[in-house]
């Protein structure tokens, strides 16, 4: 997995709706459009902290480069990158995710980690794979254009999510008789420790505890106390110290 990078656009900004997303219950998939050296995620999250970003407004949460994936919503916020509207579906229940273009970086490696990214937040959300869909599906743009040109390069990346999601995933099934010895194992360690810890006093400490209240080295029996205490009581009594 790619580095997250946590930059979000400060609150206040026109930009960073500060709503509650409707979900998620989609995620869209976008090309940054923007071929020019250097203009990776960072540069990116610069922009969606300036003022030209503000004044549109624009925001999303993900943008992905061949390094790193900054975020720049939190993922209980909706953006604006979806270009369907101050009510629509795009904008207010899907998570936005720019996959970056620059000449300077390897494209095929920044689809990796969309596809790593896509995935884990599929799974985090328990979002099927028919949830990922292009920016073009809200508003009818042609974006993101790299996949929409290349006819089956859209059908290979959603393949790969799918794959990426099934070696992922957490499984559901049943814990296998070794695994469940495991835990019954750990319960009796753990309700042992419990018990050792306080404990009413042990036939073996018996005769101790009497001769160590006799000496007056303790007022009273006590009525719980660790395995370590009685046992010290019983070495001393043996050794004739009480
Ligand atoms: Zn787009």
């Not at 004044?55 to 900054?70: I, N």
């Not at 957490?170 to 010895?181: G, H």
């Not at 495991?182 to 042992?192: P, T, V």
């Not at 419990?194 to 006093?201: G, L, Q």
Request: net charge positive.
């Amino acid at each position: 997995m790619a580095t997250i990078i946590r930059d979000f656009i400060p609150l206040g900004r026109a930009n960073r709706t500060n709503k509650p997303i409707d979900g998620p219950r989609f995620i869209t998939v976008h090309d940054t459009a923007n071929k020019g050296k250097g203009a990776n995620a960072i540069s990116h999250a610069a922009y969606l902290k300036s003022d030209r970003a503000a004044a549109l407004p624009v925001s999303w949460h993900f943008t992905v480069d061949d390094k790193r994936v900054v975020q720049h919503l939190p993922l209980t916020e909706h953006g604006w990158h979806a270009g369907d509207g101050g009510k629509g579906q795009g904008n207010l229940s899907s998570i936005g995710i720019e996959i970056c273009e620059n000449a300077d970086g390897d494209r095929a490696k920044a689809e990796q980690n969309a596809i790593v990214l896509i995935g884990d937040l599929l799974l985090q959300f328990k979002l099927p794979i028919t949830s990922v869909v292009q920016h073009n599906r809200w508003s009818g743009k042609n974006c993101p254009h790299t996949f929409r040109s290349k006819p089956g390069s859209w059908e290979t990346f959603i393949e790969y999510i799918k794959r990426y999601m099934e070696q992922n995933k957490e499984e559901d099934t049943p814990m296998t008789p070794a695994e469940r010895k495991q835990l019954l194992d750990l319960q009796n360690r753990l309700a042992e420790l419990e018990a050792t810890a306080k404990m009413k006093i042990p036939p073996w400490a018996q005769s101790a505890m009497e001769a160590a209240i006799k000496a007056g080295v303790i007022d009273s029996p006590a009525d719980e106390a660790s395995r370590d205490f009685y046992r010290l009581l019983t070495i001393m009594h043996r050794k004739g110290l009480l």
